[in-house]
């Protein structure tokens, strides 16, 4: 599966000042992790954001946000938003400000 080669750049562009983010191609597409845990991701034209269980009904009450469930089964703490959500850089930032938060406070991998 062909993923949004632009998206997956303005991602790499806002995050290109973080300490410990790394690409890594998974589920068909690529997810950035900082200090190796996941933190977002594009698979196909969207987002992929990994907010936490505790936002995630938040998240999911965002414009172009629904449930990740790419097995088949719902994953807690993570949405998928619409591409077109993010196409403007603050909405961008936006969702990586709401992954940053959970994501920060876990230890390292």
């Given at each position: 599966?062909?993923?949004?080669?632009?998206?997956?750049?303005?991602?790499?562009?806002?995050?290109?000042?973080?300490?410990?983010?790394?690409?890594?191609?998974?589920?068909?597409?690529?997810?950035?992790?900082?200090?190796?845990?996941?933190?977002?991701?594009?698979?196909?034209?969207?987002?992929?954001?990994?907010?936490?269980?505790?936002?995630?009904?938040?998240?999911?009450?965002?414009p172009?946000?629904?449930?990740?469930?790419?097995?088949?089964?719902?994953?807690?703490?993570?949405?998928?938003?619409?591409?077109?959500?993010?196409?403007?850089?603050?909405?961008?930032d936006?969702?990586?400000?709401?992954?940053?938060?959970?994501?920060?406070?876990?230890?390292?991998?």
């Amino acid at each position: 599966m062909a993923y949004d080669e632009g998206l997956a750049h303005r991602l790499g562009e806002a995050l290109g000042a973080l300490p410990g983010i790394t690409a890594k191609k998974m589920f068909g597409g690529i997810a950035f992790l900082w200090n190796g845990n996941m933190l977002v991701g594009v698979i196909g034209d969207d987002l992929i954001a990994r907010v936490g269980p505790e936002a995630q009904a938040d998240a999911l009450a965002q414009p172009g946000a629904r449930v990740f469930d790419f097995t088949g089964r719902p994953m807690k703490g993570w949405v998928v938003v619409d591409g077109a959500a993010v196409s403007e850089d603050s909405a961008l930032d936006d969702w990586i400000g709401r992954c940053r938060e959970f994501v920060e406070a876990m230890p390292p991998k």
